[in-house]
């Protein structure tokens, strides 16, 4: 099969229908397969009817990357199963860490970006890429935090990680803008700075203000449409760097499907216009 | 250059996922600075509500018996116990029956931890593996001494229980329907059986009989040897009714036949 993807959407159950149904070209669909780690029933029996429809994507929270200790084997072994049963055209983790010591933290959690901690991340893509046969992607996480500690700015740190295990990078550029707008630097800066050619695909989301502390700290909450800031942002990448399989996450307040839909096709149209570089 | 020794990721690791679900950092952790910043809140919420809306998912019937308040200020009681073992949050919450079995606000509701237990069965149900129910035709087409060396396997997605001290099922029926009991609750012993015969999950009740017919069969006890089991629990038992009921949920999966010799013994 030699579909182009341009623009995706997080699969929910409550969509499944209509996204089985939708006949939009290039739509591909991103599941967490950690959601469909089961030995059988309707949850697997659903993405498998989409994944004959359309394109999927595995988009995983739990290899926990930047945890310190070695890949937790079963886990490899239950998503390499999934892989080989959907044929998913993209697989991609988190520069984060969420497991730790047995227990699962439902978050994508940070860490100093040591020597340590890249020598450990490396390995743990490369023995994923092994138990996978395949490449797969790699994610910048949002930013909430000053951490001291830090001996890496975190594009050499995607970049060498690319270099050394030969993996892609996923470029989440409203992580971009709410890193940028909490930590204080330049989303144009960081975007404009990273290495095009690794990017294999792109997140767009809608974030939100902390209810405490308002403008001056966002969060990653994706449960809102994809704001004018990021697209803007978006737009300046895509046109520096080309298209690319472009994902817009949706997790919370969930809207109907339509309405995903014309959001989806916002940045489906942007990544057919010719201003858009070939990659 | 790093400025952390090596060493430092998992020090840096312990600190954080302890300052997740503790109150205050201590003193001398490595992530007390990170942990005094107001932003440390967003992975302290970010955690407890991932963890808190899958458990919500997870005992529909408990939240719905108990009101959404109850249950999450419960839940988050029982995530500072025990965190999700992995990111199949389908899974979570193992342990959330006896949490409450034992959790003092809840001793007002003493039938809710086999409300949480049923909710359990039916994610149990739900994530089973795939397998075709046996036909009841099968079973009409043995003769007389074939069926009496058959083992009926329960489905792979079959669960049950049997409920000695409330009417369980009915409570939980009903907060899973979303329903109320229709007239006054009978407060007598009750039995469910959950299948998942195809997509979806579906239940029943069942008697005595019924849950020591199913028992003995799990164990792998030949027809008659089951036969005498559900007799055993209710005397009055309609065996072949209860053949009949079982088979038409799709509570079983496999046959298998033990030798002649065995089915001798077993008739006598």
């Known amino acids: ?279 | 250059m790093d400025l952390l020794p090596p060493g430092a990721l998992a020090q840096f690791q312990d600190a954080f996922a302890h300052a997740l679900l503790a109150p205050g950092a201590k003193p001398a952790s490595p992530v007390a600075a990170l942990a005094a910043q107001p932003a440390f809140a967003v992975y302290r919420n970010t955690v407890m509500k991932g963890c808190i809306d899958a458990l919500q998912a997870n005992y529909p019937a408990v939240a719905r018996l108990v009101g959404e308040e109850w249950f999450r200020a419960a839940a988050a009681v029982y995530v500072r116990e025990a965190l999700p073992a992995d990111a199949t949050l389908l899974r979570y919450g193992a342990s959330f029956a006896d949490f409450l079995a034992r959790f003092e606000p809840a001793a007002e509701l003493p039938y809710l931890p086999d409300v949480a237990r049923l909710d359990r069965l039916w994610t149990e149900a739900h994530a089973a593996p795939d397998e075709e129910p046996l036909d009841p035709a099968a079973i009409a087409r043995l003769t007389p001494d074939t069926l009496a060396r058959a083992t009926l396997h329960p489905h792979a997605a079959a669960r049950w229980a049997w409920f000695e001290d409330a009417p369980v099922y009915t409570i939980w029926a009903c907060n899973r329907a979303e329903s109320v009991p229709g007239g006054d609750l009978d407060w007598r012993p009750e039995g469910a059986l959950l299948v998942r015969p195809r997509d979806a999950v579906e239940w029943t009740p069942l008697d005595a009989a019924g849950v020591a017919f199913l028992d003995a069969c799990a164990a792998g006890a030949p027809l008659p040897r089951a036969a005498r089991a559900a007799l055993g629990a209710r005397d009055e038992a309609d065996l072949t009714q209860l053949m009949a009921t079982l088979l038409a949920a799709g509570a079983f999966g496999r046959m298998s036949f033990t030798s002649e010799s065995l089915s001798v013994e077993e008739n006598r």
Not at chain 1, 61 to 87: N, Y
Not at chain 1, 129 to 146: G, T, V
């Open chain 1, 1 to 279: 099969m030699t579909t182009v993807l341009t623009a995706g959407l997080g699969l929910k159950p409550q969509h499944y229908d209509a996204a089985l149904a939708c006949p939009a070209e290039g739509l591909w669909f991103e599941v967490h397969p950690e959601n469909y780690m089961v030995a059988g029933g309707p949850r697997l029996a659903w993405l498998e009817a989409i994944r004959a429809r359309h394109p999927i994507s595995l988009h995983g929270v739990a290899v926990s990357l930047a945890a310190d200790g070695e890949p937790d084997p079963g886990h490899l072994a239950r998503l390499g199963g999934l892989a080989r049963r959907i044929q998913p055209a993209l697989i991609s983790e988190h520069l984060a860490w969420s497991t730790w010591r047995g227990s699962y933290h439902p978050d994508l959690l940070p860490f100093p970006r040591t020597r340590e901690a890249l020598t450990r991340i490396s390995d743990k893509i490369s023995r994923s890429q092994d138990a996978l046969c395949r490449r797969i992607a790699i994610e910048n996480p949002s930013h909430y935090l000053m951490i001291d500690g830090h001996a890496w700015d975190e594009i050499d740190f995607l970049a060498e990680l690319a270099r050394r295990t030969g993996c892609g990078l996923l470029l989440d550029v409203n992580n971009v803008y709410v890193g940028a707008r909490n930590l204080g630097y330049s989303a144009e800066d960081y975007l404009d700075h990273f290495p095009g050619p690794l990017v294999t695909e792109i997140h767009l989301a809608g974030h939100s203000r902390d209810p405490k502390l308002g403008d001056s700290l966002l969060v990653d909450s994706h449960d809102a449409p994809v704001a004018p800031e990021v697209w803007a942002l978006y737009e300046r990448l895509i046109r520096r760097i080309g298209p690319r399989p472009t994902l817009i996450e949706r997790d919370d307040k969930l809207p109907d499907f339509a309405t995903l839909l014309s959001e989806r096709e916002r940045a489906d149209t942007l990544l057919r216009t010719p201003l858009a570089k070939a990659a």
